[in-house]
């Protein structure tokens, strides 16, 4: 049987596409025809994400392989928004997305097992199991060691999911941590990548990548390159693209004969009307068609710098 990322890697055969579209819906960055249409009170504001998101889901299922919901623009909204978020990613799996839940969870013992159990497994109700999101995949923070992954990787194995477990994040001051150096002279992520390489030789699918992968920031092309000979089993999902100034060039360097990672974008995407790429092609109510537009783009940019 197809371990996860086989079928993550399927999907994106399928698209030809190596782009996950992140979802990190704020109000303020919502089109004034989904603003004018929803009331400002919790649940309607929440009831008009929902529809932003489908929206841009229906433009862009049949050439986006995944979907990257960032909880926290979920969770600040408290039961509603936790709604969306549920009803976001069981619209995804209906369209035939991969959901990749972005929750950074990591603790330890049965904390942990209780994250997991919620994105990825099942949750003991009464005399049966519930799954309440049928997420694919989750990010996890290593920070706490195996201690705080091995519950998420007992869930992959007996589930069928997988997870990317931070090793060198697209952010400025990732360096203040993941750079630092240790007594053999490594740094904490190359660490960090040799634990999550480890961590995953026993969920190696069919194209030779494990369930058990990676997150490495696009901002850093020449770690990428370092990480890809440190974590040749790993596939990486690629923050920072676009907005965050991540160029397809750099991102290539962790692909290896056209596979390798899946690179996400989410402002560049959701907004895409706003842009100065679309604004003069696309109105406001065209913001789906915009979105569209620029995952063919994007599509295209990186084909061309991964072959």
């Not at 750079?179 to 960090?192: I, S």
Request: proline letters at 3%.
């Amino acid at each position: 049987m197809k371990n996860a990322i086989d079928l993550l890697i399927d999907k994106i055969k399928e698209t030809g596409n190596p782009t996950v579209m992140g979802l990190d819906p704020r109000y303020e960055m919502l089109p004034e025809c989904i603003k004018t249409k929803y009331a400002t009170d919790v649940k309607s504001v929440c009831e008009g994400i929902l529809e932003y998101n489908k929206s841009l889901i229906d433009s862009v299922y049949d050439i986006v392989p995944a979907v990257k919901p960032q909880i926290a623009f979920y969770e600040m909204f408290g039961i509603e928004g936790m709604k969306c978020f549920k009803e976001t990613c069981k619209y995804a799996k209906e369209k035939g997305m991969i959901v990749i839940a972005d929750i950074k969870r990591g603790d330890i013992g049965t904390t942990a097992a209780g994250y997991s159990n919620a994105y990825l497994g099942k949750t003991l109700v009464g005399d049966s199991e519930e799954n309440f999101y049928d997420i694919d995949f989750v990010t996890v923070n290593p920070y706490l060691g195996i201690d705080g992954v091995k519950p998420f990787i007992e869930d992959c194995k007996k589930y069928n999911k997988g997870i990317f477990i931070l090793v060198k994040t697209s952010n400025k001051s990732s360096g203040e941590l993941q750079d630092l150096k240790l007594e053999d002279g490594k740094t904490v992520y190359e660490k960090v990548a040799s634990l999550v390489n480890s961590w995953g030789e026993e969920l190696v699918g069919e194209y030779g990548y494990s369930s058990i992968s990676a997150v490495v920031g696009a901002t850093y092309p020449v770690q990428i390159k370092e990480l890809r000979e440190i974590m040749p089993t790993s596939y990486f999902l690629i923050p920072g693209y676009g907005a965050q100034g991540g160029k397809a060039e750099d991102i290539a360097l962790g692909f290896k004969d056209g596979l390798g990672g899946i690179v996400n974008a989410s402002r560049s995407l959701m907004c895409a009307y706003k842009s100065d790429r679309w604004k003069d092609t696309y109105s406001d109510s065209e913001y789906a068609m915009a979105t569209r537009a620029e995952a063919i783009r994007m599509r295209d940019e990186l084909n061309q710098a991964i072959k």
